[in-house]
């Protein structure tokens, strides 16, 4: 809760004096927190809805995209599918209906285009006594990049790395 004052007004007539005492709270904004995305955080276009909480609850969210307008937040979820590549501010907007006072808090998320990854190397088809082959990947793998063979069962037999064993595929 606020700090409360009083403020008191005196008033003198013909030698008599009368004052009269109002008091008064002033209260701070109320503090909010956004749960769920952080601000600077990064996902991608394709990643799942996100579900935002606000503290203290029964605030609202909204998005400003510089883009393509308020779109993007569907009550508390973010949708990063459908607010699109670029920069997001999501914004929670509380009243405390008990002070009547307001805040407002930003965050910022970057949401990151799908790469779109190709390879060369691999021929349509291989006898299993064949040489191992290099694959070639575009853009070049870093070091949490894999190539990975996707068999009927499911397994990735074969890739090592950036290259595929025909004789353990």
Same mark, same amino acid.
């Given at each position: 809760s606020g700090s409360t004052t009083n403020i008191t007004y005196s008033f003198s007539e013909n030698g008599c004096v009368s004052e009269t005492t109002i008091t008064y709270t002033v209260d701070g904004p109320p503090s909010l927190f956004i749960g769920g995305l952080n601000d600077g955080d990064e996902v991608c276009i394709g990643d799942a809805d996100i579900t935002l909480t606000g503290l203290p609850? &029964?605030?609202t969210f909204s998005i400003l995209n510089p883009d393509n307008g308020m779109i993007g937040? +569907? #009550?508390d979820v973010f949708q990063p599918g459908i607010a699109g590549t &670029?920069?997001?501010?999501?914004?929670? +907007?509380y009243t405390d209906p008990s002070t009547?006072?307001?805040n407002t808090l930003t965050i910022s998320? #970057?949401?990151l285009a799908l790469p779109t990854p190709s390879f060369s190397g691999l021929d349509a088809q291989y006898c299993d006594d064949a040489d191992n082959v290099s694959l070639v990947g575009t853009p070049s793998p870093g070091a949490d990049d894999v190539f990975t063979i996707l068999n009927p069962d499911g397994g990735n037999d074969g890739v090592? &790395?950036?290259?595929?064993s025909p004789s353990l595929a």
């Open positions: 609850a &029964g605030g937040i +569907d #009550n &670029g920069t997001h501010e999501i914004t929670y +907007d009547t006072c307001s998320v #970057n949401v090592f &790395g950036t290259t595929f």
